[in-house]
Antibody
């Protein structure tokens, strides 16, 4: 069974940093684009970042560019999102999601349950 | 403000049909495939439609998708109370080099 399990969320002060992880299982991780999507409380979905199967291509939403780095360790089947200079409007549930291919950054066929990030003093 | 525009809410009676629109532009819907997602209360989103009109395995044919120029539409027939959820369209934006979602539409089955 294909599974994605996010971790690393929590309470962080404004200006702080956090690293989210997403452990993948049930599929050949390195063959697929992986994506981070977030959802602020009571709001809609926001595409955050995507990374190619080999890790050589990365893309970011303007709202996080320069503050967030996506990466992956294919030997550990794990996706990461390193976040810094966190702001209150980064408060959200962060979902890890899988693409059905290695050149598709917008079709998300499997989603994790999410990890909650709260930025507050 | 989302790049893709959806109505905030739609409603219909059980057994009826409803459509949800998603309006974009040439850099997104006009030149890239559209996906649709269903988010039931308190759960993660689920893929309903991909590549404009294809259904993943397990998605009933009550759900359909279509596109025209810079707009996309999700159709749901034979509405059930279990269809009450938030629905999102999504695609790639070639100008932004990023994925984009609509603001979401809350479906109420009266």
């Amino acid at each position: 069974e294909v599974q994605l399990l996010e971790s690393g969320g929590g309470l962080v002060q404004p200006g702080g940093s956090l690293r989210l992880s997403c452990a993948a299982s049930g599929f050949t991780f390195s063959r697929y684009v992986m994506i981070w999507v977030r959802q602020a409380p009571g709001k809609g979905l926001e595409w955050v970042s995507g990374i190619s199967g080999g890790g050589g291509y990365t893309y970011y939403a303007d709202s996080v560019k320069g503050r967030v780095t996506i990466s992956r360790d294919n030997s550990r089947n794990t996706l990461y999102l390193q976040m810094s200079s966190l702001r209150a409007d980064d408060t959200a549930i962060y979902y890890c999601a899988k693409s059905p291919g290695d050149d598709n950054y917008y079709t998300l066929d499997v989603w994790g349950h999410g990890t909650t990030v709260t930025v507050s003093s | 403000q989302s790049v893709l525009t959806q109505p905030p809410s739609v409603s219909a009676a059980p057994g009826q049909k409803v459509t949800i629109s998603c309006s974009g532009g040439g850099s997104n819907i006009g030149n890239n495939y559209v996906s649709w997602y269903q988010q039931l209360p308190g759960t993660a989103p689920k893929l309903l439609i991909y590549d404009n009109n294809k259904r993943p395995s397990g998605i009933p044919d009550r759900f359909s998708g279509s596109t025209s120029a810079t707009s996309a539409t999700l159709g749901i027939t034979g509405l059930q109370t279990g269809d009450e959820a938030d629905y999102y369209c999504g695609t790639w934006d070639s100008s932004l080099s990023a994925g984009v979602f609509g603001g979401g539409t809350k479906l109420t089955v009266l």
